[in-house]
């Protein structure tokens, strides 16, 4: 059993958290989801102590972790985030040193990967069927996993994936320099790599249907749940969400040229 360090008080915690809802009401951001329920603090040792334990899943640092890592950006204290990124990263680099010239991120990318089945999982048991504006919302929460849920962890892998192409290895200094992107910056720098260009069609057409998805889900989420329960445009938009998913797959396949880390990937 991992027992927790305490580096805040009780009081320290709730004042912390009063700070952080009082400042997003001010600047008028959506309520923390769940009522507060995950507004919880992690060290960077719950990070690191708890990776590819059965703790992992029971205290919530997997989700956190890999929320951190993917995407992530902070308001304060950059010098210590960046450390905190660097210390997550070495976790997950921890046999690089004896395979420097080979070395396939596998253990984040398979982190990565349970993640976002870990998404899909949760969307099936948590999505009522009935009655028809539940069913509509939770048409809308699929459209929006197949899009931005989506991105967050395959434009990580696609990074990585073509990093490794290029270099045989992933250091984890080019690990940190995925991290401090966000997800469409990732995109965006895999058109500045030039032996990636057969490639770049599928990339720009990835980034052009993201910000048809974002036009369309920035009219508010009661809106978006009455659009959804007409059919014709549910449809619609649940296409261009599958298409969304078999660009990405074309991405995938045409950057990991079926490489070594790409196989892993698959199988």
């Not at 305490?6 to 912390?16: E, F």
């Not at 309520?31 to 329920?37: K, W, Y």
């Not at 048409?139 to 849920?149: A, D, I, M, T």
Request: hydrophobic share 45%.
């Amino acid at each position: 059993m991992i027992v927790k360090a305490v580096l805040l008080t009780r009081l320290d915690t709730i004042c912390i958290k009063a700070d952080l809802i009082r400042v997003t009401r001010e600047l008028e951001i959506e309520e923390f989801s769940g009522d507060g329920r995950y507004l919880a603090d992690y060290s960077v040792q719950d990070f690191t102590k708890t990776l590819g334990t059965p703790e992992d899943d029971v205290t919530n640092t997997f989700t956190a972790r890999l929320l951190l890592l993917l995407e992530s950006r902070p308001l304060v204290g950059e010098v210590v985030y960046r450390d905190v990124i660097e210390d997550v990263v070495d976790a997950y680099w921890r046999d690089y040193e004896d395979h420097k010239a080979s070395f396939i991120p596998a253990f984040l990318a398979n982190d990565i990967l349970r993640l976002w089945r870990t998404f899909c999982i949760n969307y099936e048991a948590r999505t009522a069927r009935v009655p028809a504006d539940k069913k509509a919302k939770g048409k809308v929460k699929n459209y929006k996993l197949k899009h931005s849920r989506m991105l967050t962890c395959y434009s990580a892998i696609l990074v990585l994936l073509a990093i490794f192409g290029r270099e045989k290895t992933v250091s984890p200094a080019d690990a940190v320099n995925m991290v401090l992107m966000t997800p469409t910056e990732r995109l965006e720098w895999l058109l500045q790599q030039s032996e990636l260009a057969d490639a770049h069609v599928t990339i720009r057409q990835l980034l052009a249907q993201y910000e048809v998805f974002l036009k369309a889900s920035n009219i508010g989420e009661a809106e978006l749940v009455r659009q959804f329960q007409d059919k014709n445009v549910s449809h619609r938009y649940l296409d261009e969400a599958y298409q969304f998913g078999d660009l990405m797959f074309d991405a995938l396949n045409q950057i990991g040229g079926r490489n070594r880390f790409h196989r892993l990937l698959v199988v």
